[in-house]
């Protein structure tokens, strides 16, 4: 039986499932999921070195303008109103934004947004087309270095796809201004 340390708790892991990419086929590549006999957390213990290599440049089908992104937003709405139920406006970064269409609705919301985003196509999109400052890295650790007091920080649906997930949440946190929330 192979197994392994919980990125987590640190406790044993076994092997739980494995898998492959079968939605994009860019790899043969078979993934090991483990599962803490602990913590009863489900991880991925061959991390890819180059995560990049499974987001090519077409991986999002980016709306030519702002008003296609917003003709095709409602259901990305439910997103803000969680957000202002804590908090009403301030300063918003999102974490894997794709090209934009939460951080766009947040925009005109009242929030003062910034996104990190590691698709170059979907930079270019949110800062030229939806005047968004984007940051373009598929590092957000590093990218967070210099970013402070954030009201609001959010990943929808990125955990899963980093490879140091705790580091990045604790990365967040550290940027959050006192009373500020983090979203996942």
Known sequence: MIRSKCPFCSEQGVFFLCAKDYNRRISNEVFLYHKC???ELIYLVNLPENLSKYYP??????PKDK???LANSA???YKVDIIQQ???RGRLLEIGSAYGTFACLANQSGFDVNVIEMNKQ??????NKLGIRAIHSGDPITALGSLLDYDVIT???VLEHLLDPWMVLT??????APGGILVL
């Not at 990365?171 to 959050?176: D, I, M, P, T």
Request: net charge negative; glycine share 0%.
């Open 37 to 39: 006999l602990s913590c």
């Open 57 to 62: 440049a077409d991986y999002y089908a980016i």
């Open 67 to 69: 008003e296609s992104l």
């Open 75 to 77: 259901q990305d709405r």
């Open 86 to 88: 804590f908090i009403k």
């Open 122 to 127: 979907c930079c270019d999109f949110i800062q």
């Open 155 to 157: 990943l929808w649906q």
């Open 171 to 176: 990365a967040a946190a550290e940027r959050l």
